[in-house]
């Protein structure tokens, strides 16, 4: 166990003192961390706290001008570490606190080749800089914290060029954290060097989507210094975020985005036209064409790099986010699985939402736990809870060992006439309709149409859960300009089911607040309706990319082949009643780029199989 950096011994089992009830700090007495429950405590004035802003000088230079990049950072610390005391940081790197741009997206309908969008830099900064969007400050400051607020490269009062978080970010959070521990150099406004004397050295990364990427890539490369990091929908993979298996694929609802996008959206420097050669070769490099896995997306490959975080990581991932797709937990989650790394992961049933919204306190709670343990040496019982909590229905939550369930166990299901069951059997044919969406094909299973298959199992004699990774084997030709092929598992059974996580006129206070920085937020609730069916989870396929995601090989026309690929994992329960439907296509609108109709796949159900990850 390391040392103790408290300043003032004070661990768990010590007397401390809630919030509301601290009196000034006696003269005799130094400030320090006050511990109780595990936990630290609300000691220190959020309202006196000091607020300033320094830039930590990077070793690239991405925009080209002759200078080391400067990343802008914006700190608040408790007032005393002017003094004696030195605190722990937290830390949320972000592209976001400028505003974004709006970029041209991609076409998602192919004529002939996907074109690159026609793009010029834009005039300038949307707006004023606003660091307001972090919550962090106003819960961990008083509880004896520093929290930093950092604009990524090319984005706010940074320099350098947005990539993607691409290896020029990645050094630029780096270079943050190793200020901290004394290993860079800062600057504020006026050009004198400031060092972080407050500082004890243990960082904790955290934040949400982008924001919770940046912890993942840096702790990629084990920056001494960086004990954790607290990745809420963070993508480990950014090729699975816009590629599956060799297809180009979009987030849920924006078809076209991609790799190049995102950068240009977020870029709100000073002068952005000087970006403009790094964003040309970055929609270059990342090859919208062929969908092919190259250098470039494996640069942004975190989760490969994730059995050897010298970080420990606290994750969460919400099962209807189809932005940052379930996959991008799963392949970290086994990453540090396989490496022992200390790991906690939350489960929920929202989208791309904040566990701060879904489950309010009780994830403060869990995070005071965690950055106590982590960064103050506390020994608290955070490490010996269940790793995962996974929210089944809204509001009910369970507890796992781990993730996917241990119990759950391959069921191979054969296609036939007769549906999802031991042995398949006869051919089949689609013909793909590239306009039609997956929630219309699949709401009539029982009716012929020609633009999809539909197999479903007998009606289910008990609840049965799913729990990891769909595969589907398939045994087809196609013939046509689609090299597309999707898969869809849905629940039909009429039920009323989540349909959102939307806003309230409620509000609740988390943390302190001051005029410019309100520790409130609108409170979030679940809503409901009855469906007669649901998709569960999805999964596509370029056929040319069938060997390899690495490089395309065609296929001849009316040729079989062989078709392997995973949907996207998930946890689910089929209810006593219902019954289990997988549905084939070739175009997945939302989703998948969108050739011209009419191209046909000819399906062998004799060779074609869905094996399902089930426990009763």
């Known amino acids: 166990m390391r040392p103790s950096l408290l300043p003032v011994a004070a661990l768990a089992g010590l007397a401390g003192l809630v919030a509301g009830t601290l009196p000034a700090h006696a003269d005799t007495e130094p400030p320090h961390i006050v511990v109780k429950d595990g936990k630290t405590q609300p000691t220190f004035s959020f309202a006196d706290a000091i607020r300033e802003k320094v830039f930590v000088e990077t070793d690239v230079d991405s925009d080209g001008d002759g200078k080391r990049d400067r990343v802008s950072v914006y700190i608040t610390r408790p007032k005393e ?8 940081s937290i830390l949320e790197g972000s592209p976001y606190f400028a ?7 991609h076409p998602a309908d192919v004529t002939d080749y996907p074109r690159l969008a026609p793009w010029t830099p834009p005039p300038g900064p949307p707006g004023a800089t606003s660091y307001s969007r972090v919550y962090y400050d106003n819960y961990f400051v008083s509880r004896g914290y520093a929290v930093l607020a950092a604009d990524t490269l090319g984005t706010g009062d940074s320099d350098g060029c947005p990539t993607a978080v691409g290896p020029n970010e990645t050094n630029g959070m780096k270079s943050v954290v190793e200020w901290l521990t004394g290993k860079a150099t800062a600057y504020d406004a006026n050009g004198r060097e400031v060092r972080a004397s407050w500082s004890t050295g243990n960082v904790g990364m955290a934040g949400k989507s982008y924001d919770g990427t940046l912890p993942l890539a840096t702790a990629a490369t084990r920056v001494r210094g960086l004990k954790t990091v607290v990745s809420i929908s963070g993508v480990s993979n950014w090729y699975d975020e816009y590629r599956a298996n060799g297809g180009v694929v979009a987030p849920d609802g924006w078809e076209g985005e991609d790799l190049d996008l995102h950068a240009k959206a977020v870029l709100t420097r000073r ?6 050669p790094v964003m040309h070769d970055l929609e270059k490099k990342m090859d919208r064409v062929t969908g092919d896995y190259n250098r470039t997306w494996d640069e942004r490959n975190f989760a490969e790099s994730a059995p050897h975080f010298q970080a420990s990581v606290f ?3 919400g099962l209807a986010d189809w932005n940052v797709k379930p996959i991008q937990m799963s392949l970290l989650w086994d990453g540090l699985k396989k490496a022992g790394v200390d790991r906690k992961l939350w489960i929920h049933q929202a989208a791309h939402d904040e566990p701060l919204d879904v489950r309010q306190s009780v994830w403060l709670e869990t995070l005071n736990l965690w950055f106590a343990h982590e960064l103050y040496d506390v020994r608290n019982d955070i490490m010996r809870q269940p790793r995962v909590d996974l929210e089944r229905t809204p509001g009910n939550w369970e507890t796992h060992k781990d993730w996917p369930d241990a119990s759950a166990r391959p069921v191979r299901l054969g296609l036939s006439s007769a549906g999802l069951g031991k042995h398949g059997n006869g051919t089949a044919q689609i013909v793909d309709d590239p306009s039609r969406r997956a929630e219309d094909l699949a709401a009539d299973p029982g009716s012929a149409d020609p633009n999809r298959l539909v197999y479903l199992t007998p009606e289910l004699t008990k609840a049965t859960k799913l729990s990891g990774t769909a595969q589907i084997k398939l045994r087809a030709s196609l013939d046509g300009r689609s090299p597309y092929l999707s898969a ?8 009323e089911r989540v349909s959102g996580f939307v806003p309230t006129s409620d509000r609740w206070c988390y943390g302190d607040s001051i005029p410019s920085d309100e520790g409130c937020r609108t409170v979030r609730k679940y809503t409901t309706g009855v469906s007669p069916f649901k998709i569960v989870t999805r999964g596509w396929t370029d056929v040319r990319n ?3 995601i690495w490089r395309s090989t065609p296929v001849k026309a009316g040729k079989e082949y062989t078709f392997t690929w995973p949907m996207q994992p998930y946890d689910y329960v089929f209810k006593k009643g219902h019954r289990i439907g997988l549905m ?3 175009t997945d609108h939302a989703y998948t780029l969108r050739y011209p109709a009419g ?3 000819k399906v062998d159900l004799h060779d074609t199989t869905l094996t399902l990850p089930l426990t009763p």
């Open 81 to 88: 570490t002017d003094g004696r005391l030195k605190v722990a």
């Open 315 to 317: 994750m969460t991932s």
């Open 584 to 586: 084939l296509l070739a």
């Open 546 to 548: 069938r060997d390899s």
């Open 99 to 105: 505003g974004t741009q709006d970029p041209p997206y």
């Open 599 to 601: 191209t046909k796949v």
């Open 488 to 495: 869809v598992l849905i629940d039909y059974g009429t039920d």
């Open 271 to 276: 002068d952005p036209a000087v970006c403009a």
